[in-house]
């Protein structure tokens, strides 16, 4: 785990892929219709290359627009001050 885990995908040549609003917008479209379609249970893969803040918006936006959603965070690292960043959440 390195310092810009979650600053830019692969090795810094994608850096289009930063959170902005277009990109929350979108993901937003999706889990509401996940959400319209029944689905309560939430698996996000590899949390630790995403900043906690952004993490923090699709958390936010379960709980004001689902019922009583599940969501569960893979963060493989045995970097315990890492795991704490997301404790939170």
């Not at 290359?49 to 493989?76: C, K, R, S, W």
Request: negative net charge; proline residues 3%; aromatic residues 14%.
């Amino acid at each position: 785990d390195n310092q810009n885990r979650t600053t830019y995908w692969g090795c810094g040549e994608w850096s289009t892929f930063k959170p902005c609003e277009a990109v929350f917008r979108e993901h937003d479209f999706h889990l509401s219709h996940l959400l319209r379609c029944g689905v309560k249970g939430f698996r996000f893969d590899a949390v630790k290359h995403m900043e906690p803040d952004t993490v923090q918006h699709y958390m936010d936006f379960l709980q004001t627009n689902g019922h009583n959603p599940f969501a569960y965070m893979e963060i493989l690292t045995a970097n315990a001050s890492m795991q704490h960043e997301y404790a939170h959440l």
